[in-house]
């Protein structure tokens, strides 16, 4: 069964930082890209942060380009976006995806997380 589950996400004041991961099982984590995806309420879901199967190949969206951080742990099954110097738009739920780096139409999304920048 596959599953990704992202924990990590909660309130926190502008200007703030917070970390999200998403844990995977049920597929072979090592050959899947990573992303993270985010999404407000009645708007489309915006990619933020891409990470290749060894973690070479990084880029992130222009609007959290020197704030964010993505980052994987092969051996964890994980990955991680530390997110510092918060805005208030940043709030949002934040999703992580897979995509398998042979097959790009097997994909997979996680449940999100909900995280909230507010004073």
């Known amino acids: 069964q596959v599953r990704l589950v992202e924990s990590g996400g909660g309130l926190v004041q502008p200007g703030g930082s917070l970390s999200v991961s998403c844990a995977a099982s049920g597929f072979t984590f090592s050959r899947n890209v990573m992303r993270w995806y985010r999404q407000a309420p009645g708007k489309a879901r915006g990619w933020v942060a891409s990470?290749?199967?060894?973690?070479?190949?990084?880029t992130y969206a222009d609007s959290v380009k020197g704030r964010f951080t993505i980052s994987r742990d092969n051996a964890k099954n994980t990955v991680y976006l530390q997110m510092n110097s918060l805005k208030t738009e940043d709030t949002d739920v934040y999703f992580c995806?897979?995509?398998?780096?042979?097959?790009?139409?097997?994909?997979?999304w996680g449940q999100g997380t909900q995280v909230t920048v507010s004073s």
């Open positions: 995806y897979a995509q398998d780096g042979t097959t790009p139409t097997i994909y997979y």
């Open positions: 990470i290749s199967e060894t973690g070479s190949r990084i």
